[in-house]
């Protein structure tokens, strides 16, 4: 009674050409680009980081200094 699909060989077949066509298709970044985009992540992300850390201390301080 279940309506399975049967997948046949050449089915798979051509899926498998498509994906390999598909990752031809990729255009992988130099050396230069990762490393500047690399630096960009890490630099935004310390920034986030410090930015938290500091509204986290204020707002401890000010919790601290009401309570």
């Known amino acids: 009674m279940s309506d399975k699909k049967e997948t046949s060989p050449a089915l798979k077949r051509s899926w498998f050409q498509e994906l390999k066509l598909?990752?031809?298709?990729?255009?992988?970044?130099?050396?230069k680009q990762l490393a500047r985009e690399t630096t960009v992540v890490l630099v935004v992300a310390i920034?986030?980081?410090?930015?938290?850390?500091?509204v986290d201390a204020l707002l401890s301080y000010g919790l601290n200094f009401l309570w």
Do not use: D, L, N
């Open 22 to 31: 598909e990752f031809k298709k990729i255009t992988w970044p130099g050396k």
């Open 47 to 54: 920034i986030i980081g410090a930015v938290i850390s500091a």
